[in-house]
Nanobody
């Protein structure tokens, strides 16, 4: 069974850091593109970052460039999102997702986790 489980969220002050984890099971991680998405209260889900299954390409939304870093450890079936210099506008539920295709920041991935809450206070 394909499963994705996010963890690492929490409450931090503006300017702080968090490291999110996406633990994958039931499939070979390096065959899939992995994306991170977020949804703030009253807002639609938006793409944050993704990493390609084939060539290691990464992509970031303009709002997080220079602050967030996506990475993967295929041996551990885990994908990470390092979040630095956090801002209140980063507050959202963060989801990881897997797709047997290319890396894109579009809300059309095949598999989704249940999300982890990130709250950044001013």
């Amino acid at each position: 069974e394909v499963q994705l489980v996010e963890s690492g969220g929490g409450l931090v002050q503006a300017g702080g850091s968090l490291r999110l984890y996406c633990a994958a099971s039931g499939f070979t991680l390096d065959d899939y593109a992995i994306g991170w998405f977020r949804q703030a209260p009253g807002k639609e889900r938006e793409g944050v970052s993704c990493t390609s299954s084939s060539d290691g390409r990464t992509y970031y939304a303009d709002s997080v460039k220079g602050r967030f870093t996506i990475s993967r450890d295929n041996a551990k079936n885990t994908v990470y999102l390092q979040m630095n210099s956090l801002k209140p506008e980063d507050t959202a539920v963060y989801y990881c997702a897997a797709d047997f295709a290319i890396c894109e920041l579009v809300d059309e991935y095949d598999y989704w986790g249940q999300g982890t809450q990130v709250t950044v206070s001013s």
